[in-house]
């Protein structure tokens, strides 16, 4: 439960944009010591809810994620990727990859 926590605290703020614009409106030496300070502050919330929150209480992920795949969904990804694949054909790779960020 921690580490989940952390990186939930950590990931959003950590990024190359969110990491920009922090330098923009509050300077480079506060964009440089946000990564540190998330960490930290990360760090110590999963040592936190670590220590608060018993492990039993918790459901095994691992458990719940396991089961057996139908043939439906063995074609429904081999169809996915067939797709994806004919997608970066008829495009390129470089088009393909740039059309990713758009919305």
């Given at each position: 439960m921690g580490a989940a926590l952390a990186w939930v605290l950590v990931?959003?703020?950590s990024g190359p944009v969110t990491i920009g614009a922090f330098r923009e409106h509050a300077g480079p030496r506060a964009a440089r010591t946000l990564p540190v300070v998330l960490v930290l502050v990360g760090?110590?919330?999963?040592?936190?809810?670590?220590?608060?929150i018993p492990r039993g209480s918790v459901p095994e992920i691992h458990g719940l994620a396991r089961h057996a795949h139908t043939p439906v969904e063995w074609v429904s990804a081999a169809l996915l990727?067939?797709?994806v694949a004919a997608s970066v054909v008829r495009q390129g790779p470089r088009r393909w990859f740039g059309t990713l960020g758009s919305a």
């Open positions: 990931a959003g703020g760090a110590a919330a999963g040592w936190v809810a670590n220590a608060l990727v067939l797709l």
